[in-house]
């Protein structure tokens, strides 16, 4: 829990930090890394990263492993140490509070400081290495690619595709991003699967999202992954989120991708309220998305 992680990183010294950088760095060349070469990461003495190592693995922050040698890598608590470390010296975040979700592959939390964000934490690639890893326990890491690095890859992306799209698509506001985080605004309500709309309510809410849809491709992105869990539905109006697989306009399979998002949509309001969604074809209205004309589903009723 990060509410963990967040009280441990107060605790912290700097050079458990230091300790938790020398790892990181460590593992760009190998997954586990071999407890005699660390020294050469950490820039402290053998002795001194030692009692570092114990003190962070006594709190969960790294992870150990005999192999042919005595290897620790970041357990994901650690590289989430390093980034909160991070956004607490920028001003960025002030304090860890409540979860605010858990997707398949990331860790969402509120997070305070002027005023109230959400931080997530990309997990990508962390239990598929692990387990990639224990099929062949390997050593020779000849084609390593740390999990370190596929979550800050989306998070990256992710936070790219934000600041792309913010303010002419309604998306989270991008605060800040380091590693495999990043730090948005909230979003405005509770997600389009939790909400219940009113009869009179549906069309509009529809008509919304399909125009966010439009503005998102004229900025030149396709979501990829729409769906009624990563839209947001509240007072002031909607708003679309977890963009990492987002593709832009010019992929080659970004029609096909466009469709599937539109037809996702569409079959999600049709099952949910089937006397107010009018029965139109999800290849037309996604035609009418991509050529930026799309205005209303009653258009294609
Ligand atoms: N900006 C935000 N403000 C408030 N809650 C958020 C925010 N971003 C995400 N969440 C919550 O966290 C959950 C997971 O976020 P998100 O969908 O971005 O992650 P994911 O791991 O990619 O999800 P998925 O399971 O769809 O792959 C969301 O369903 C939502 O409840
Ligand atoms: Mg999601």
């Known amino acids: 829990m990060v509410e963990n992680v967040a009280s441990t990183v107060a605790e912290l010294e700097p050079e458990d930090f230091y300790l938790l950088s020398g790892l990181e760095q460590g593992m760009r060349f190998s997954e586990w890394v071999d407890r005699e070469k660390l020294p050469e990461f950490t820039e402290m003495t053998p002795e001194e990263t030692d009692y570092r190592l114990n003190r962070c693995a006594d709190r ?168 009624e869990y990563n839209v947001a539905v509240g007072e002031e109006g909607v708003a679309i989120f977890d963009w990492p697989q987002s593709v832009p306009t010019d992929h080659e399979n970004a029609s096909e991708l466009l469709e599937r998002d539109v037809a996702n949509l569409l079959g999600y309001f049709s099952r949910k309220y089937p006397r107010e969604t009018p029965d139109v074809d999800p290849e037309r209205v996604a035609d009418a998305v991509e050529r930026g004309e799309f205005d209303s589903v009653e258009a294609f009723a």
């Open 60 to 227: 969960d922050l790294v992870e150990g492993k005999t192999i042919q040698y005595d290897g620790y890598r970041l357990a994901f608590e650690g590289y989430d140490a390093l980034a909160l470390h991070t956004f607490a010296e920028r001003d960025t975040v002030a304090g860890v509070g409540a979860p605010l979700g858990v997707g398949k592959e990331s860790d969402v939390y509120e997070v305070s400081s002027y005023r109230s964000f959400a931080l997530k934490f990309h997990r990508e690639g962390y239990t598929e290495f692990r387990e990639v890893m224990q099929e062949r326990d390997y050593t020779a890491d000849r084609d390593h690619v740390s999990w370190l690095y596929t979550a800050r890859k989306a998070a990256e992306r992710e936070f790219e595709t934000l600041e792309a799209l913010y303010p002419d698509v309604s998306v989270p506001r991008p605060v800040d991003h380091n590693r495999h985080a990043i730090v948005m605004e909230k979003l405005p309500g509770p997600e389009l699967a939790d909400a219940r709309l009113e009869s009179q309510q549906v069309v509009g809410v529809l008509d919304l999202i399909l125009r966010e849809v439009t503005t998102a491709c004229r900025v030149g992105y396709v979501h990829a992954d729409l769906s």
